[in-house]
């Protein structure tokens, strides 16, 4: 159920980037994507300090850095490639499946996760259906 929602929610957020894309200038759009994205999870920071406490470790917060430049440049890429006029219908599913590709192949490689022939297919399936979706 998580997992849905969570396809809900970056869908909603790249409907909303490509809508505002070529109305702000991409810098300014990441930076208040940025700004705005502080209050949920300081909210959720502090309830959960009141409620537990919190786990935190120097390798946690060098890889949450991480995650937070990765998403910011992530998303400057997103306006910028909207504001040039690429389609929604086009631009979202390329990069997305490209990075799942991107991420399962570190996943293997980095954390010597599984593979079997299954795998393999989706994978196959997944090259294929960007191929689809860039020459549509």
Do not use: C
Not at 34 to 59: E, F, K, Y
Not at 76 to 98: A, E, H, K, T
């Amino acid at each position: 159920m998580l997992a849905i929602v969570a396809m809900g929610i970056i869908a909603l957020a790249d409907l909303s980037t490509k809508q505002s894309a070529g109305k702000i200038s991409p810098s300014l759009g990441t930076l208040i994507y940025a700004v705005t994205t502080i209050a949920i999870p300081l909210v959720w920071t502090l309830w959960t300090r009141a409620h537990g406490g919190l786990q935190i470790t120097r390798d946690g917060v060098l890889w949450s850095i991480a995650v937070g430049i990765s998403f910011s440049i992530f998303t400057g890429l997103m306006f910028l490639l909207f504001s040039q006029g690429v389609n929604l219908s086009i631009g979202s599913p390329i990069v997305r499946m490209g990075g799942i590709v991107i991420a399962a192949s570190l996943g293997i490689l980095i954390f010597r996760e599984g593979i079997n022939l299954q795998y393999v297919i989706g994978f196959l399936f997944a090259a294929f259906g960007i191929f689809l979706v860039v020459t549509r």
